[in-house]
């Protein structure tokens, strides 16, 4: 008997296209350095700060196309994270609210951002991918350690990593896999997405070395 060939989703190729580079980051010594409770208030509070930037754009992009085909199925307005992340900084003391010095990688990040959503919007669905996923995934793990390594009281400051009860967030994660599978079918060629998915890991890659040395 022949077996039917294995169902292959969008959601599965980028991650099989992602793979090693997920292992690479999340082995750079900063990520490793968070992941074991190294890194102290001010550089957490660097981190959101970068990354709240990061989300400003992306969501914004994302909003700008949530009526696009091929787009839209990912715009969940339920994940988007700009605003916890800037009620985290506001918790975290008014200091840290200062405009954060931005790295080049992510100057460079949210010009590529500006860039898809002018250009070519169908490619932002590989940026939603890379970050949404990482945080309803790793993020949880990385919120654990930053409240007992920086002894942060409840969900004071690390909001950002909250998307509600285990099965809230599985649901949100299955809606968001879903979107992707419905958008699978419109790419003939999915090399630029896939491309593009590895590229927003490398650009992780950067910002986190710059972040390291700041
Ligand atoms: C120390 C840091 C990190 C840890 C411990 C971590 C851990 C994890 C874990 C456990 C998963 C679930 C894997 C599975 O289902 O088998 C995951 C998935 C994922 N992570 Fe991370 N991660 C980290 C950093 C990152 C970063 C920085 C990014 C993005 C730049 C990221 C993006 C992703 C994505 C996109 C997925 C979904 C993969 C898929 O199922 O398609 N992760 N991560």
Same mark, same amino acid.
């Given at each position: 008997?022949?077996?039917?060939?294995?169902? @292959? #989703?969008?959601?599965?190729?980028?991650?099989?296209?992602?793979?090693?580079?997920?292992?690479?980051?999340?082995?750079?010594?900063?990520?490793? #350095?968070?992941?074991?409770?190294?890194?102290?208030?001010? $550089? &957490?509070?660097?981190?959101?700060?970068?990354?709240?930037?990061?989300y400003?754009?992306?969501? @914004?992009?994302l909003?700008?196309?949530?009526?696009?085909?091929?787009?839209?199925?990912?715009?969940?307005?339920?994940?988007?994270?700009?605003?916890?992340?800037?009620?985290?900084?506001?918790?975290?003391?008014?200091?840290?609210?200062?405009?954060?010095?931005? %790295?080049?990688?992510?100057?460079? &990040?949210?010009? +590529?951002?500006? @860039?898809?959503?002018?250009?070519?919007?169908?490619? !932002?669905?590989?940026?939603? &991918?890379? +970050?949404?996923?990482?945080?309803?995934?790793?993020?949880?793990?990385?919120?654990?350690?930053?409240?007992?390594?920086?002894?942060?009281?409840?969900g004071?400051g690390?909001?950002? &990593?909250?998307?509600? @009860? /285990?099965?809230? =967030?599985? $649901?949100?994660?299955?809606?968001? =896999?879903?979107? !992707?599978?419905?958008?699978?079918?419109?790419?003939?060629?999915? %090399?630029?997405?896939?491309?593009? /998915?590895?590229?927003?890991? %490398?650009?992780?890659?950067?910002?986190?070395?710059?972040?390291?040395? /700041?």
């Open positions: 008997m022949t077996l039917p060939p294995a169902a @292959e #989703g969008l959601g599965s190729e980028l991650r099989a296209a992602t793979a090693a580079m997920h292992r690479r980051v999340e082995r750079t010594p900063y990520m490793a #350095g968070l992941l074991r409770g190294q890194l102290d208030r001010r $550089q &957490y509070v660097q981190l959101l700060q970068q990354l709240q930037v990061l400003a754009a992306l969501e @914004e992009a909003q700008q196309h949530a009526a696009t085909p091929g787009v839209a199925p990912v715009v969940l307005p339920e994940l988007f994270r700009h605003q916890a992340l800037t009620e985290d900084l506001r918790a975290l003391g008014s200091e840290a609210l200062a405009p954060a010095r931005q %790295t080049h990688a992510l100057q460079a &990040y949210v010009a +590529r951002l500006k @860039e898809l959503a002018a250009t070519k919007p169908a490619l !932002l669905v590989a940026h939603a &991918y890379v +970050r949404y996923l990482g945080d309803l995934n790793g993020g949880q793990a990385l919120r654990q350690v930053v409240r007992r390594a920086l002894a942060l009281q409840g004071m690390t909001q950002f &990593y909250d998307f509600g @009860e /285990a099965a809230a =967030r599985r $649901q949100l994660e299955q809606r968001f =896999r879903d979107g !992707l599978e419905q958008i699978g079918p419109q790419w003939k060629d999915r %090399t630029p997405l896939l491309e593009e /998915a590895v590229s927003a890991f %490398t650009r992780h890659e950067q910002l986190f070395a710059e972040l390291a040395s /700041a």
